[in-house]
């Protein structure tokens, strides 16, 4: 899916080289074999294997002497069905609701703050390298040793409840538990959006700022006309980024607030609560629905927002490299 | 777009890989079962090198024993295998390695409570009885030991739990002994100011699995009967379940107790800020190290109280078991009867303070001295009740925090929460 501005450009290279299309194409397919092997085989064998055993059950019953009686059978869609509807649906949609509610509060948190942490890196300041340092250090951090460093902060005589002054709670089951766990994700990967936005920063070229001050615009116009739309392909690739991470959250709620509590249970929570218990039919079919969810995110975040986040970076990228010849092409790229 | 929409679920499988690999392995073993584990008891045969997989080695005094049976026994090594510090990811190795029939692990060090699973799916080998003079055990750790009257590991170190009390205190208040039951303990805090009364291991885990089992048999009531069959919902039961949640009612168990697991309740107890508490056998020599602990020598230990007498403490602790893919299965057996020897036994409780699961070495002289807590916890010991055998075990636990932390936080009635474990229970275990 490439855009519209770039399929005239690249249309007239395509017919002058029309006749090599077809033999380097298979040379091309020749050279990505070995790739496409170890793909297939570390990518899609585990997917068909998970949804293969989605489809099964492990027996548990027992036998007269008390030994499991063995053998997988063949169930068809029941695993889904019972998730979908049966006893453990609530527990589903529990932890489908926390995961979507995890996803929207804390990548619109950790966005906002990212962006504010970004510029102000982007300042020109005495010790602009340490604090570029020092801010990369939670997410430098394993998310475990992350969680277990916010479980003593969070625990009743902890620090937390030391600065608010009343007694919290904050690994029990309630909303706390979930604020929690929300303030130690921002914690840890504001400071990857940031990044992230800063090195987008840094591909603004001056002289649009120059150009605009002269045309006599404010810091906020600036801000809102120029910064915000030449960051905006880098930001949407960050905010990709954790939007599917934050949709697979699991070691945090884990370590901070403990298994099996509600208010903080994901769905991978869930899929490793049952393959744990041996119940690995149920776990695929958790995992895959999983799976599902968050193609879909994907999926609709890159139609609603971003049209195409990896195209739109290589036409900045070629955008800037016109920028030598003539600087009409940024004008329109900032327009736009 | 098309190469983002392929790409991104890359990133989402990891755990799910992980999951469908095991899966993998799962289905790689199925098929051919029995034909490995068909050995009967005292048929162990075989004879070389082996390995013993457990837990971190955090003493260090495992691999010190595992060296001098290797010096002994020069053509039949043991290499120690260290499988991570948490409960689970050894469980989970262990059932990886069982699935896919690998002879990797010899000797397992399991937890008490997985021998069943462990031996209703045909992953270790029943032990020939004759092999082990289990009169010489604890009676309470020979039962977790076995499946279905039959041996399937040896008891190997225990654990139970003790009521922690602030000697200073008791005897400022003109308390001369610890309490016996619920309703002393309730009135000696009436006589105590200014700390907690007592706290426990409430936290949604493993914990609260033990601290609720021996609320219920200290009341007289059980979790799971002598025939295996859950038996919650009696007024002995709700007795000890309300003991607990009224303590949390009435402020006699601190709020924040809910959030306790052995560490924090631990920390309380060391800061002064508790005068009772239900705590394992390791608290001792830490709390009794000058520095960070503020209680050192000011507290003793005594057994568990109950609601008309002492207490029935829960059994933690571990068996050694043989795997029923491994090689070198009469090896194994005599390794495991080192290891559960009385020297080996005396040697391992003197380097790193664990139990032993022998009756006879809480008798001995040098080690009273030096753990002088030994008779009050073999009194414990022998009073201790197992956590319910069951093959399905992590689904039993998982349904025993859900009713108890219910009631604790005041979710549901005491009944409630019985009635609902009781018919939960029913549908996980299987007569």
């Given at each position: 899916m490439t855009t519209t501005t770039a399929e005239p450009e690249t249309g007239s290279v395509r017919r002058g080289s029309g006749r090599d299309v077809q033999g380097s194409g298979r040379l091309a397919g020749l050279l990505l074999s070995p790739t496409l092997l170890v793909l297939a085989l570390v990518v899609g064998y585990p997917i068909i294997k998970a949804l293969h055993d989605s489809l099964y059950q492990r027996s548990q019953g027992l036998d007269a002497q008390g030994f499991v009686v063995q053998g997988d059978r063949f169930v068809g869609l029941k695993n889904y069905l019972d998730?979908?509807?049966?006893?453990?649906?609530?527990?589903?949609?529990?932890?489908?609701?926390?995961?979507?509610?995890?996803?929207?509060t804390t990548v619109v948190i950790e966005t906002v703050l990212g962006v504010t942490m970004a510029l102000?890196?982007?300042?020109?300041?005495?010790?602009?390298?340490?604090?570029?340092?020092?801010?990369?250090?939670?997410?430098?951090?394993?998310?475990?040793?992350?969680?277990?460093l916010w479980r003593w902060i969070f625990q009743a005589d902890g620090v937390a409840n030391a600065l608010i002054g009343t007694q919290v709670l904050w690994t029990t089951e309630g909303f706390h538990a979930k604020v929690a766990v929300i303030i130690a994700d921002t914690w840890k990967t504001a400071p990857f959006v940031g990044l992230l936005v800063l090195a987008g920063l840094q591909t603004i070229p001056r002289d649009v700022y120059e150009a605009a001050r002269v045309d006599g615009a404010g810091a906020q116009q600036q801000f809102w006309r120029i910064t915000l739309p030449m960051v905006k392909p880098v930001l949407l690739i960050a905010v990709l980024f954790r939007l599917l991470d934050v949709l697979r959250m699991f070691d945090l709620p884990y370590v901070l607030i403990g298994e099996?509590?509600?208010?903080?249970?994901?769905?991978?929570?869930?899929?490793?609560?049952?393959?744990?218990?041996?119940?690995?039919?149920?776990?695929?079919?958790?995992a895959t629905i999983l799976f599902v969810y968050v193609a879909l995110v994907?999926?609709?975040?890159?139609?609603?927002?971003?049209?195409?986040?990896?195209?739109?970076?290589?036409?900045?990228?070629?955008?800037?490299?016109?920028?030598?010849?003539?600087?009409?092409?940024?004008?329109?790229?900032?327009?736009? | 777009m098309a190469g983002i929409s392929r790409t991104v679920p890359a990133w989402s499988r990891g755990a799910i890989a992980i999951g469908a690999m095991a899966v993998v392995l799962a289905a790689c073993g199925s098929g051919k079962t029995g034909s490995g584990s068909g050995d009967a008891a005292g048929r162990l045969s075989g004879r070389g090198p082996i390995t013993l997989a457990q837990g971190k080695d955090t003493s260090g005094n495992v691999q010190n024993q595992v060296n001098t049976w290797n010096s002994r026994h020069p053509k039949e090594q043991v290499r120690l295998i260290e499988l991570p510090e948490d409960a689970d990811a050894q469980r989970q190795q262990m059932?990886?390695?069982?699935?896919?029939?690998?002879?990797?692990y010899t000797v397992l060090n399991l937890d008490v409570v997985w021998t069943s699973e462990f031996a209703a799916n045909r992953w270790i080998t029943p032990l020939p009885k004759a092999q082990f003079d289990l009169s010489k055990f604890l009676p309470p750790t020979v039962q977790t030991a076995t499946y279905r009257d039959q041996l399937?590991?040896?008891?190997?170190?225990?654990?139970?739990?003790?009521?922690?009390?602030?000697?200073?205190?008791?005897?400022?208040?003109?308390?001369?002994?610890?309490?016996?039951?619920?309703?002393?303990?309730?009135?000696?805090?009436?006589?105590?100011?200014?700390?907690?009364?007592?706290?426990?291991?409430?936290?949604?885990?493993?914990?609260?699995t033990c601290n609720f089992s021996e609320a219920v048999d200290s009341a007289g009531g059980v979790v799971v009967?002598?025939?295996?069959?859950?038996?919650?919902?009696?007024?002995?039961?709700?007795?000890?379940?309300?003991?607990?949640?009224?303590?949390?009612?009435?402020?006699?168990?601190?709020?924040?107790?809910?959030?306790y697991q052995e560490e924090p309740a631990r920390r309380a107890f060391e800061k002064g800020n508790l005068l009772f508490l239900r705590q394992w056998p390791y608290q001792w020599a830490l709390s009794n190290k000058?520095?960070?602990?503020?209680?050192?020598?000011?507290?003793?230990?005594?057994?568990?109280?109950?609601?008309?007498g002492p207490g029935a403490p829960t059994l933690g602790g571990h068996n050694l078991a043989i795997s029923a893919f491994a090689k070198n299965k009469a090896t194994a057996l005599d390794f495991i009867s080192f290891l559960t020897s009385e020297n080996t036994e005396r040697a391992n409780l003197l380097a790193s303070s664990e139990a032993p699961t022998l009756a006879s070495l809480y008798g001995d002289p040098e080690l009273r001295k030096k753990f002088p807590y030994l008779p009050v916890l073999k009194a414990s010991l022998l009073n201790a009740k197992p956590r319910p055998k069951a093959v399905r075990y992590g689904d039993v636990t998982a349904a025993i925090q859900e009713d108890a932390y219910a009631a604790l936080t005041g979710k549901m009635t005491s009944d409630q929460a019985l009635a609902d474990l009781q018919n939960k229970l029913g549908q996980l275990i299987q007569p």
């Open positions: 998730i979908f509807s049966g006893d453990s649906s609530s527990m589903f949609w529990n932890a489908f609701w926390n995961t979507t509610f995890f996803t929207v102000v890196m982007h300042q020109a300041f005495r010790g602009r390298g340490l604090v570029r340092a020092s801010i990369l250090v939670p997410w430098a951090i394993p998310t475990v040793v992350s969680g277990l099996r509590k509600q208010s903080v249970e994901t769905l991978t929570m869930l899929a490793l609560d049952e393959a744990n218990n041996l119940r690995y039919g149920p776990a695929a079919a958790y994907a999926y609709a975040f890159v139609k609603l927002l971003g049209t195409d986040v990896i195209g739109q970076m290589r036409q900045q990228g070629k955008a800037t490299s016109k920028r030598k010849k003539n600087t009409a092409p940024v004008r329109q790229e900032v327009t736009a | 059932v990886q390695n069982a699935q896919t029939k690998s002879d990797a399937y590991a040896a008891p190997w170190k225990t654990d139970a739990g003790l009521l922690y009390y602030r000697t200073d205190l008791l005897k400022k208040a003109g308390i001369s002994a610890p309490p016996k039951t619920w309703d002393e303990m309730k009135t000696d805090c009436g006589k105590v100011k200014g700390v907690n009364c007592y706290a426990g291991q409430f936290d949604k885990y493993e914990g609260l009967d002598d025939q295996g069959k859950p038996d919650v919902n009696t007024p002995q039961a709700k007795q000890g379940l309300d003991f607990l949640v009224q303590g949390f009612k009435s402020g006699l168990i601190p709020k924040e107790a809910i959030t000058p520095g960070s602990s503020k209680v050192v020598g000011k507290f003793d230990v005594a057994p568990l109280p109950g609601l008309g």
